[in-house]
């Protein structure tokens, strides 16, 4: 008898927290926002390849070192109160949000939890932000995110849970 397989497809949840002590998985975690439909990611890089070539282009030696993964989406109107959580924006005068920089600092965790029960989410204790706003008449203002999950003191890059009811 075969598993049911439960697809971790469509409507998908991220939050995001500061890092803990340790690089371990931040205990507070806050919704990023609506997620723009199948503009979400989950991306493995490829690391440094190093290479001797010998006289006339003969390869004598060849090594790949590991690359890292990114797990990239797209916030539907991203909200003043993400921004200034990421520290790129603060209250202004009149109720206006004043943007500041778009830098994100310091290590963030990520928790990509999926629609279905059964499916299977991830969390990434430590992560890079980076954060692209931008708006056009099509799609009104919207944040593209990247997380780039970094193998810190946890000593992995994330691991993988199942939702449950």
């Not at 390869?59 to 959580?85: H, N, S």
């Not at 708006?135 to 990247?146: L, M, S, T």
């Amino acid at each position: 008898m075969a598993n049911k397989k439960i697809m971790a497809w469509s409507k998908c949840t991220f939050e995001i927290g500061k890092t803990g002590e340790n690089d371990a998985m931040a205990t507070e975690l806050t919704s990023i926002g609506t997620i723009k439909n199948q503009s979400s990611s989950l991306e493995p890089s490829e690391g440094e390849a190093l290479e001797m070539k010998a006289t006339g282009g003969e390869t004598v030696a060849k090594e790949v070192q590991e690359g890292g993964f990114k797990a990239t989406t797209r916030v539907i109107e991203p909200t003043d109160e993400l921004e200034t959580m990421l520290g790129i924006s603060k209250s202004g005068t009149d109720g206006e949000t004043q943007v500041n920089t778009h830098v994100v600092s310091g290590d963030w965790s990520l928790k990509i939890t999926p629609k279905n029960v059964g499916a299977k989410g991830i969390k990434a204790p430590k992560c890079s932000i980076t954060y692209k706003p931008g708006w056009d008449e099509k799609e009104g203002n919207y944040a593209d995110i990247e997380f780039e999950i970094l193998k810190g003191d946890a000593g992995y890059w994330y691991s993988r849970f199942t939702k449950k009811a």
